[in-house]
DNA sequence: TTGCAATTCAAACACTTGTATGAAACTATC
DNA sequence: GATAGTTTCATACAAGTGTTTGAATTGCAA
């Protein structure tokens, strides 16, 4: 107990400059100035490096997952258990594309952290990182209630294809704006969100629910 | 001159344990030892680790790219200077897809290099890789040419969704493995490269050309 | 105030990294 | 076969890494 604050400063610190620059090229030292805290200081708290990467990991994993899985929830229980899959498709990548985009003063540190952690795959958070599969499974669930004569195999793609879209996009943002010269705008979020699940819903629609080819606005 | 054996030795053995590894892991001890080398043989034939990294990067690159736009250019050519989108679209990811899934046996090890320097961002390669937009812009043209009807921005959306999933796909093929417990076929590259052409080419045409909804094995 | 545990701190430690050095071995030319 | 240029090698170096140490300082209860 006592002074929680150097504790807090750390973490604080250190997600800070892993989310801006990774973890590889962030070393305890620059963590400790940053949060203006002694080297020691890390070790004494959290016991070593990989630790305090993992807590950090754990609790913003966690913090991440109910809020999709907040969203998810909602929307099933107003559905009378079904939800419409443009729905599910939009609390499994909405969260996180408004936390990374937007902008930038709004943007979460949280956020752009576990993108980070999605990326950079450093041995400790490696280690944890198995048990989101059983939380991608929950959304996989709600899928196959939402669109019950989908095969499985096109489910998964779809969810994958999904997560891809607001992955990359979020990764390669700079990318795109440089390509599109400005013309793709990467602040307008609820835009981006809207252009990924539109067409991840389309991936898990063609060809079954015929005619019906759900517009870009319809997923707003 | 005189032997370049212990040049492409090291140059082999680099872009193998980069390929696998990450940057982030791999000493040049560890290179050197894959290669049977001397540990100042990697400075004395490259100057640096970074020039070394620089080198692999720029070689892959430039075979990428021209193996992509010879897809490109043959399609092009064979339309009278217009292609199908799917073609563009399969000319964008189908090398990369081909490269690094499949069978571990004939996976090279050039594409998954190429997919690693993709993901870790190391200060040699952030420095050229401003030129893989150039690159880029050959395919905008390509399928403002296949689609004239489509604005700009669109077109943009597309290429950064098709790249999307073929990378991420690639990056997570043990994940959606595992989630899918075996169900989604990762060894079957054609069937990937076809369900990624397919979901762009939606992407790309939804809302417009109304009623074609190309099915997934159109893109075969 | 005194005493004791929790915390902070400067310094050092052990280790790994990429790079440099200078002697040895090799190769080809005369 | 001697010589000059290239390549290899064992070894050392300087810088940076995470971690440990033991003394100083703080905070709080008796």
Redesign the pocket.
Known sequence: ???D??RSAILAAAERLYADRGFGDV???DIVAEAN?????????FG???ELIAELFVTRSIATNRERLHELKAAEEQGGGRAPIEVILRALVGPTLRGCLGPENQRSTAARFMIRASIESVPPIRRIKNREIDHLRKFVGAMRRSLPDRSDVDIYWGLNFALAMAHHTIRESERLTKLSEGKCDLDDVEDVVARVVSVATMALTAGRTETKAPSRLAAR
């Open positions: 107990m006592a002074s604050h150097t070393t305890m030292r805290v002694n080297l020691a200081a890390v070790n004494y708290h070593s490096k990989d």
